[in-house]
T-cell receptor, first 115, second 113 residues
Framework: AQTVTQSQPEMSVQEAETVTLSCTYDTSESDYYLFWYKQPPSRQMILVIRQEAYKQQNATENRFSVNFQKAAKSFSLKISDSQLGDAAMYFCASVTQGGSEKLVFGKGTKLTVNP | EPEVTQTPSHQVTQMGQEVILRCVPISNHLYFYWYRQILGQKVEFLVSFYNNEISEKSEIFDDQFSVERPDGSNFTLKIRSTKLEDSAMYFC???????????FGSGTQLSVL
């Protein structure tokens, strides 16, 4: 069974600074995908970034990048030049390429951005 | 960008009542899902639906739950006899192919009194 662990219930960052959110996962599958979702106070789920496990190159989307360490089963999210609008809950999630389709989520990290 | 639409945004019901949550997935998507999130907790998978049948369901998705795609555009989640613990945000999601980007709707907040 897949598990996703986010060990930081809350994080804070100063506006314009960089913050890293941690995520570890466990799976017996060799092919899987990893995601970071943002959930603002509106509670909508917004995909921030996605990483295919077979790709060694870390995914990047503008100010968001990941540090994917496959051997360590670690998938952290780095937010550069933090903005007030980045304040939200961030959920790490994984899904296997075959077999189960379900997305397994971590418990989330609440990010506060201080002006 | 195309959107998954969910209605209503808020639903209040009495315990024991039936409730139907509605979703309009993106038009060319083939895979449909329901997830739920109890306040303050993580998002949990309920059910996946493909080719007009359930392809996978979680242990949460018991006999009180059912899903339907009645007319080729809507995708509904029915809870036959709601319980207090069914109070949660329910998210519909869809995607065109497996392992492609999953699009979430904005959710329906269900409150069971």
């Amino acid at each position: 069974a897949q598990t996703v662990t986010q060990s930081q219930p809350e994080m804070s960052v100063q506006e314009a600074e960089t913050v890293t959110l941690s995520c570890t996962y466990d799976t017996s599958e060799s092919d899987y995908y990893l995601f970071w979702y943002k959930q603002p106070p509106s509670r909508q789920m917004i995909l921030v970034i996605r990483q295919e496990a077979y790709k060694q190159q870390n995914a990047t989307e503008n100010r968001f990048s990941v540090n994917f360490q496959k051997a360590a089963k670690s998938f952290s999210l780095k937010i550069s030049d933090s903005q007030l609008g980045d304040a939200a809950m961030y959920f790490c999630a994984s899904v296997t390429q075959g077999g189960s389709e379900k997305l397994v989520f971590g418990k989330g990290t609440k990010l506060t951005v201080n002006p | 960008e195309p959107e998954v639409t969910q209605t209503p945004s808020h639903q209040v019901t009495q315990m024991g009542q039936e409730v139907i949550l509605r979703c309009v997935p993106i038009s060319n998507h083939l895979y449909f899902y329901w997830y739920r999130q109890i306040l303050g907790q993580k998002v949990e998978f309920l059910v996946s639906f493909y080719n007009n049948e359930i392809s996978e369901k979680s242990e949460i998705f018991d006999d009180q739950f059912s899903v339907e795609r009645p007319d080729g555009s809507n995708f509904t989640l029915k809870i036959r006899s709601t319980k207090l613990e069914d109070s949660a945000m329910y998210f519909c999601a869809s995607r065109q192919q497996r392992n492609e980007k999953l699009f979430f709707g904005s959710g329906t907040q269900l409150s069971v009194l």
